[in-house]
Nanobody, 123 residues
Framework: VQLQASGGGLVQAGGSLRLSCTVS????????MGWFRRAPGQEREFVAA????????QTADSVKGRFTIFRDNARNTVYLQMNSLKTEDTAVYYC?????????????????WGQGTQVTVSS
């Protein structure tokens, strides 16, 4: 299973980006998926998760109301829509496939990870 994340870049504070993560095969369509991020010198942080049907989502308090996770199983792709970006959102963002049908805020519940995409928010 391979995950390909894309959509990162440089954006000014208040701007928007949409991250995409495509899973190489249909394994991911029955699994929850999630997004995590790691800022320089910091621990990996949960951002958002979604169940395999897309009916259940979780978002971290730090991004609630600004970030939205959704998926298109026909395209084996999960998205992270990021609005009202802040400088503290600067990080490498990773997508991951969960072991089960639901997403989780714990990285231990994921067994496949993408390579990461850099998001930089300037002031």
């Amino acid at each position: 299973v391979q995950l390909q994340a894309s959509g990162g870049g440089l954006v000014q504070a208040g701007g928007s980006l949409r991250l995409s993560c495509t899973v190489s095969r249909r394994t991911g369509s029955n699994n929850g998926m999630g997004w995590f991020r790691r800022a320089p010198g910091q621990e990996r942080e949960f951002v958002a998760a979604i169940s395999w049907r897309g009916s259940n989502t979780q978002t971290a308090d730090s991004v609630k109301g600004r970030f939205t996770i959704f998926r298109d199983n026909a395209r084996n792709t999960v998205y992270l829509q990021m609005n009202s970006l802040k400088t503290e959102d600067t990080a490498v963002y990773y997508c991951a496939v969960a072991r089960g049908s639901f997403g989780s805020s714990s990285y231990k519940d994921y067994n496949y990870w993408g390579q990461g995409t850099q998001v930089t928010v300037s002031s």
